[in-house]
């Protein structure tokens, strides 16, 4: 694989008040689970795996070298615990994922360019999904997916059929769902009129029934 992150490892003795001992030496407690993987703790060194994850995205492959066996395991960062105050890492979940299996994943929708009825103020762009759910091989796992909206004009919707994905990658939301839209500034602002009614009604039916519970009392 074309520019692979790797990421040493050693498996992890400390447990409970250890694990504090660990992270002033400058190690991050972490986890190795998987379908197929008995899940077992590791450690790494805090310094190298800032960088790595500078590198390696939610959905970037990370060949975990773990001291003491004979091949590195393939994982995927799936959680990562920081510290409220000071953000250093307190501990990492690794995915451990099969290079065969096909697994599920969330992408990110991007939208790229302006469209002219945007520019000049007749529309407005309405992105109604900013991540997508797909499926494929690990080896074929991407962050996000681009949509140019340049070319669309008012009333123009991409649907989740319209978006183009890479080869090996199936998406697994609803075809026909809206996933951006350009529409004209008057509806838009009639759609945020419409919901704002609703919003008032709920809180004056609580007034209500608050005061009447009070009468009752």
Do not use: W
Not at 18 to 39: C, D, E, I, T, W
């Amino acid at each position: 694989m074309t520019n692979e992150i790797t990421l040493k490892a050693e498996i992890r003795t400390a447990v409970g008040s250890g694990v504090n001992a660990l992270r002033r030496a400058g190690k991050v407690p972490a986890v190795v689970y998987g379908r197929h993987v008995q899940s077992f703790p590791v450690q790494v060194d805090a310094r190298e795996v800032v960088s790595v994850l500078r590198k390696a995205g939610r959905n970037t492959l990370i060949a975990l070298n773990v001291a003491g066996k004979d091949a590195p395991q393939m994982v995927l960062v799936r959680d990562v615990q920081r510290d409220p105050i000071r953000h250093t890492i307190q501990h990492i979940d690794f995915y451990a994922v099969s290079m065969t299996e096909k697994i599920s994943a969330t992408i990110r929708v991007e939208c790229v360019g302006e469209p002219d009825d945007v520019r000049s103020g007749l529309g407005v762009l309405l992105q109604e999904r900013d991540v997508l759910e797909i499926e494929c091989l690990p080896a074929d796992l991407i962050e996000s997916v681009t949509i140019d909206v340049s070319k669309m004009k008012i009333d123009d919707v991409v649907r989740v059929k319209d978006v183009i994905v890479p080869p090996g990658i199936t998406v697994r939301d609803d075809p026909e769902a809206e996933v951006v839209r350009v529409t004209r500034v008057v509806e838009a602002k009639e759609e945020e009129a419409v919901a704002e009614p609703g919003e008032v009604e709920v809180i004056e039916k609580g007034k209500k029934e608050t005061a009447e519970e009070a009468e009752g009392e």
